[in-house]
């Protein structure tokens, strides 16, 4: 009897998060970041700290260190934690880490004998390590995230896998293309049978535009495939390299997203931004994210026009 209720919890479950994967391990399938969310999460062809989850050869290209803390909040006590960092090492590549939690909340569990108990609905944990460098021919970064999920029903069914992400990115003058696999093995086996994990393929173009170093635009567009097909189109506009406002859209999901982020800079070697995303058309899980990215080193990436420089920006594309 015990066993059927906690199927039925596992099944309402899957279905409450279905915006997030139609399998197992849906936590594998919720974007990281305020800022490609804020752009439709459009972003393998993007290169910041977020590609560690959207695409792991997007962080060969970055040249500083990074810090990133995400929070989403959802209802019904539900949360989403998310801290990450990359470090570049000189002839070696970028390394990426990140953990990311998730709170389902509590519920309550009443046996056979009408027996109340409070516990907690799921908790889960992902941590993931990535690596990236350029090679095999200019302007091409190839990565990998190698990630461990572990996975706790109702504070007694627990479940663990390991899986990995490979991805590419190829930049060329303004133009940037992106491709990725992610979850390509492993599954979560709470019962008897053990759940496929969600296998996500993403590919992207992203274009960027510079009018007279004041005004700064970003196109960017991807397909995925992840059960079914979607389309992702993002549009981010920066004015004077300090405030960014951003407009998406997912086709064939849950519709409109919006964003802002605000950059900061402390001094030379030390700046920053905050970002927040707000998708109205998705599960009421992850409706708004907030985003604080740390960024240290004397030379700052500018994200869209790639040039070096000393600049209170995102690191993100540089003229090798």
């Not at 999460?41 to 993007?46: K, M, P, Q």
């Not at 302007?139 to 899986?163: H, P, R, W």
């Not at 535009?209 to 635009?217: A, G, M, R, Y």
């Not at 059960?227 to 519709?255: A, H, M, P, T, W």
Request: aromatic share 12%.
């Amino acid at each position: 009897m015990k066993h059927l209720i906690l199927s039925v919890i596992f099944f309402l479950s899957s279905v409450c998060y279905a915006d997030v994967g139609t399998t197992t391990g849906y936590l594998l399938e919720v974007s990281t970041g305020a800022r490609p969310s804020g752009r439709g999460e459009s972003f393998v062809a993007a290169s910041d700290i977020n590609s560690i989850y959207y695409n792991p050869g997007g962080l060969g290209f970055l040249n500083s260190p990074q810090l990133s803390v995400m929070y989403i909040k959802g209802g019904l006590d539900i949360n989403y934690e998310y801290l990450a960092g990359i470090l570049p090492i000189k002839n070696i590549g970028v390394v990426g880490l990140s953990i990311f939690a998730f709170q389902g909340g509590s519920i309550e569990i009443i046996d056979s004998l009408d027996n109340s108990t409070t516990k907690n609905s799921e908790v889960d944990f992902l941590i993931s390590l990535a690596y990236a460098r350029e090679m095999f021919m200019k302007g091409l970064s190839v990565g990998i995230t190698n990630k461990y999920l572990l996975s706790t029903l109702v504070d007694e069914y627990k479940a663990n896998t390991y899986t990995f992400d490979l991805g590419a990115l190829y930049r060329i003058d303004e133009i940037s293309i992106g491709m990725s696999i992610s979850n390509i093995i492993g599954g979560l086996k709470y019962f008897e049978t053990t759940d496929k994990l969600p296998l996500i393929i993403r590919g992207g173009i992203e274009y960027l535009l510079n009018i007279l170093d004041e005004h700064e635009i970003c196109i960017s567009a991807d397909v995925i495939s992840s059960g079914k097909l979607k389309v992702n189109i993002g549009i981010e506009y920066l004015y004077q390299k300090f405030l960014s406002g951003r407009l998406g859209y997912r086709i064939g999901d849950n519709g409109l997203t919006l964003g802002i982020g605000y950059r900061l800079n402390f001094s030379d070697d030390l700046s920053g931004s905050i970002d927040y995303a707000f998708l109205p058309g998705s599960d009421w899980s992850v409706s708004h994210k907030f985003s604080l990215n740390i960024y240290f080193g004397e030379v700052l990436q500018d994200a869209f026009t790639k040039k070096k420089g000393k600049i209170p920006g995102v690191p993100g594309r540089v003229i090798q």
